[in-house]
């Protein structure tokens, strides 16, 4: 029998103080600006290409200035042009056959092919997207089949590194583990039922091998592979499933591979605390293990013991939120770390996390105020807080003090805000009663509803959003700087709105929409209105690929000053005889698409949010709008990755909208809208909900969904959405008839309704109008064969 090779044990120098991941987007969002020229035919290929080296060696050099060492690995290498989950499967060579036409001669991937795996073209529909474990990133969804191949194909990797180094930087390549890849991996096309992509768990490897070769004739003294999924019990394969995968995987990688064919293995597990897999990742020869002790908790001074033999690579600040460290409690968690681990631990410090959730520096912030400033750290702050924690471990709290005293007044101040705790929120929220979550049945409710709406089979409609017009931007950016007053953007505002209505009434929609023409983002702009929050001017974060989000800061408790939409539904509603529905965003995904006040319960901060919303569905109920929409698309992105915590997180929050919805009366129709979820998994809250019309992404996943619905007996309104508005291509009159067709084969006709997977402020009119029209189109030659 072959012995595997020795293992060099000798350990090169890990750095005090790093972080797991640093945004890649750019301060003023370069990455999007040069994606967006190339798509849009405003630059070339090279000039891309180019971009994008510049923004990579941008972000070495300011981390360097930052004061992580540029020589030591501290500066991790995880850039992406689109998506990391992506960047995986194009290394593998594991690309969908029906993209096969995309890939040049010689199997390697081009940039233009990659792009079109993530954003499709012409019939080639991309890959499905969803949401990265508990976050608001959205990643591609590889699929993976028994066929499918799978070798080491790219090694853009290694060139990245290199570059790095032609640079006078040495950094820690960072990439997607192999357990991970496989466990977010979908079933290609005609697998066979009882497969699962961890089945090519073997031949995976053997690229990550071949990988990690690459790496370590580059010079790469470490390698960090990221392992998140071993936090989470949520997949559809056993939990002792996934620890042999894990086990397997670890033997082929740390084990089998000796140093220096291959760099030092620093396998992070971010979002949680990894469990029963701690003991498999001491136990393996990998040389450093990261521990997300803000989302997970220290282990015992058992497991810590058997850690004493590896670099232990301690997050102890939040990549997931923007406030400030308590650097006295961090650096408390840290000192308990290293007794645990006994005399001669090796400790490092590090973010939780990547920080690829947090914008980039909130000194660029300066009208949020100084006293909110200094309650908040951005990614820049969180880098320095590291530091700060990294010297006091290894020299003590003296050199520190000032720091660490700072810290402690930030956290003073903003206990002692009066915006913080005010007692006519909390009179409120506590004097709720059991009758104010919950309407009269679903039967007596959709009785009066047809009554009133009278809309025909198969009503069609549109999430919500119209395309936000660079005219659009450009006079919300005039109010802004007072070059026009109120009245001149209102209407222009007015303008754009009667534009949407005539065209929705000349498609043919059944329910219309006011186009949301003045919201800059459906959060951001609640959150301009409700006291309690603050946005940002330069605080951007990726969504995915160049789609990026500005999310607002929740600091205080919440309430509503004023009607927020009514004026502008009342005005839609003023230029058509057919419906239109009032738009709101629901108060998970507030919470979720925010950050959020860390200093209480999110179920207490999400009543309160609900009950402002509230007060708005009964002023857009007294203004005559017969139909709400309060959107949830982010319902499931906060669901705990632990199956022991689904209930009660699905229990507040079904129950805040359910707050938030059940002051109008039986004809009110209230609908929601979800989107980039795996709905099987939250089909019973879908249900809680109690809406009476449930829309929800399903184009990408080709309808999916469909089963879990009929199987739930699930009986109120559900619109399935047939046209992916994530990809610039125009589905078919025959593709979308296709997908409806399907839809009304497993649910009845009457519970279906026809509209698009999400909104469609992304997207241009042109591209919009041609989908919309074959949208219509296709429901007709439906509801003909009914």
Request: proline fraction near 6%; charged fraction near 25%; hydrophobic fraction near 40%.
């Amino acid at each position: 029998m072959t012995q595997p090779p020795a293992v060099d044990r000798t350990v090169p120098y890990f750095p005090g103080a790093t972080v797991l991941g640093y945004p890649r987007i750019g301060p003023a969002r370069e990455l999007k600006r040069a994606l967006e020229a190339y798509w849009g035919g405003h630059s070339e290929l090279d000039d891309l290409q180019a971009s994008l080296a510049g923004l990579r060696a941008d972000t070495r050099r300011r981390l360097g200035r930052l004061g992580l060492n540029v020589d030591d690995a501290a500066i991790p290498s995880d850039f992406s042009a689109y998506d990391h989950v992506l960047d995986v499967a194009t290394t593998l060579g594991a690309i969908p056959e029906r993209f096969a036409s995309r890939v040049p001669e010689g199997g390697v991937l081009d940039l233009p092919g990659y792009f079109t795996l993530a954003r499709g073209e012409g019939d080639l529909a991309p890959l499905e997207m969803t949401k990265w474990f508990d976050s608001n990133y959205h990643y591609l969804v590889p699929e993976i089949g028994p066929d499918t191949p799978i070798r080491y194909a790219d090694d853009r990797v290694v060139h990245q590194f290199l570059e790095a180094a032609g640079d006078g930087a040495t950094t820690r390549p960072v990439v997607v583990g192999p357990v991970t890849f496989l466990l977010l991996s979908k079933p290609a096309d005609g697998a066979p039922e009882g497969f699962h992509p961890l089945d090519r768990l073997d031949d995976v490897l053997a690229a990550y091998t071949e990988l990690l070769h690459g790496l370590g004739e580059a010079g790469a003294p470490w390698v960090q592979i990221d392992e998140p999924a071993l936090v989470s019990d949520t997949w559809e394969v056993p939990r002792e499933r996934v620890l042999a995968a894990l086990t397997r995987s670890l033997e082929a990688l740390a084990g089998a591979v000796a140093r220096p064919a291959r760099p030092a293995i620093f396998l992070a597990a971010p979002y949680g605390s990894l469990g029963d897999a701690l003991p498999v990742l001491a136990g393996s020869h990998v040389e450093a293990v990261g521990l997300d002790l803000v989302r997970g908790a220290v282990p015992g001074r058992d497991a810590l013991a058997a850690l004493r033999e590896k670099v232990v690579v301690a997050g102890v600040v939040d990549g997931h939120n923007v406030w400030r460290t308590d650097l006295d409690r961090a650096l408390g968690v840290l000192e308990q770390v290293r007794d645990g681990l006994g005399e001669g631990a090796r400790i490092a410090v590090a973010t939780s996390c990547s920080l690829l959730h947090v914008p980039h520096d909130v000194e660029r912030e300066k009208h949020l105020g100084r006293e909110l400033s200094t309650w908040l750290a951005f990614a820049d702050q969180k880098v320095g807080e590291v530091q700060v924690l990294a010297q006091a471990l290894l020299e003590g709290r003296d050199p520190v003090a000032g720091e660490l005293g700072e810290a402690a007044e930030a956290r003073a101040s903003r206990a002692a805000h009066a915006g913080v705790e005010r007692e006519e929120v909390r009179s409120r929220v506590a004097g709720l009663k059991d009758a104010d979550f919950h309407r009269v049945a679903y039967g007596e409710r959709a009785g009066a509803q047809a009554e009133v709406l009278d809309l025909p089979v198969l009503p069609t409609t549109t999430i919500g959003s119209f395309p936000q017009t660079t005219e659009l931007r450009r006079a919300r950016a005039a109010l802004r700087k007072h070059e026009i007053d109120r009245d001149t953007y209102e209407a222009a505002m007015r303008a754009e709105i009667e534009k949407v209505v005539r065209l929705q009434e000349e498609l043919g929609l059944d329910v219309l929409v006011h186009g949301e023409p003045e919201r800059n983002d459906m959060v951001q702009y609640f959150a301009e209105l409700l006291d309690g929050f603050a946005v940002t001017q330069h605080g951007w974060v990726q969504s995915y690929g160049s789609r990026c989000t500005r999310p607002s800061i929740l600091w205080g408790d919440v309430s509503r000053p004023a009607p927020m939409t009514v004026a502008w539904a009342s005005y839609a509603a003023s230029l058509t005889d057919r419906p239109v529905k009032g738009m709101l965003t629901g108060p998970v995904t507030i919470l979720a698409w925010s950050f959020v006040r860390d200093d209480q319960p999110l179920a207490e901060t999400a009543n309160q949010v609900a009950l402002a919303l509230r007060d708005e569905l009964a002023d857009l109920e007294a203004a005559g709008i017969g139909i709400v929409q309060v959107d949830e698309p982010a319902l499931r992105e906060l669901l705990p990755l632990r199956r022991t915590d689904h209930a009660a997180y699905l229990d507040w929050s079904v129950r805040a909208f359910r707050l938030a919805t059940s002051g109008v009366a039986p004809t009110t129709q209230v609908h929601t809208h979800l989107c980039y979820s795996e709905f099987g998994e939250v089909i019973g809250a879908i249900d809680g909900l109690d809406a009476d019309v449930t829309s929800i992404e399903a184009a990408r996943s080709k309808m999916e969904i469909l089963p879990a619905i009929h199987s739930s007996g699930f009986e109120r309104g559900i619109g399935p959405g047939v046209y992916d508005i994530h990809s610039p291509r125009v589905p078919s009159v025959e593709e979308i008839t296709e997908l409806l067709t399907a839809a009304v084969d497993a649910v009845p006709a009457r519970q279906l309704w026809v509209n698009p997977d999400c909104g469609l402020k992304t997207r241009r009119y042109e591209e919009t109008t041609a989908a919309l029209e074959n949208l219509v189109a296709a429901t007709r030659t439906v509801r003909a064969n009914l």
